[in-house]
């Protein structure tokens, strides 16, 4: 069973800049896709940023260019830095992860990510950005 924790989150004014961070207990498998989702009051959950393996990284059109996501293989360890943070980005922030899953053929990031195919989530952190 892989645990997911994330830390990070908190406030910070419209333009500022946060860093998320998530750690897994283990990897069940060296194929994998690690990433974000977030979800607003009243909103669905949505992906924010993912990045599979081999470091290949997909983004939100809402993120692109302001958030960057990266890891560390090592320590097992997302990140996400956001900047030019928006009042529209304030969401929980969940970090997900699927283990051993291919899409396509050659992917290990699903081309058209949905929440219902990320196995493994943390319990989420909030982030708020006020005006």
């Known amino acids: 069973q892989v645990q997911l924790m994330e830390s990070g989150g908190g406030s910070v004014q419209s333009g500022g800049s946060l860093r998320l961070s998530c750690a897994a207990s283990t990897y069940t498998n060296s194929r994998y896709c690690l990433g974000w989702f977030r979800q607003a009051p009243g909103k669905e959950r949505e992906v924010v940023a993912l990045?599979?393996?081999?470091?290949?990284?997909n983004y939100a059109d809402s993120t692109k260019g302001r958030f960057t996501i990266s890891q560390d293989n090592a320590k097992k360890e997302l990140y996400l830095q956001m900047s030019s943070l928006k009042p529209e980005d304030t969401a929980n922030y969940y970090c997900?992860?699927?283990?051993?899953?291919?899409?396509?053929?050659?992917?290990?990031?699903?081309?058209?990510?949905?929440?219902?195919?990320?196995?493994?989530w943390g319990h989420g952190t909030q982030v708020t950005v006020f005006s």
């Open positions: 997900v992860a699927i283990f051993g899953a291919v899409w396509g053929g050659n992917y290990y990031c699903p081309p058209k990510p949905r929440s219902g195919d990320f196995r493994y």
């Open positions: 990045i599979d393996n081999f470091g290949v990284t």
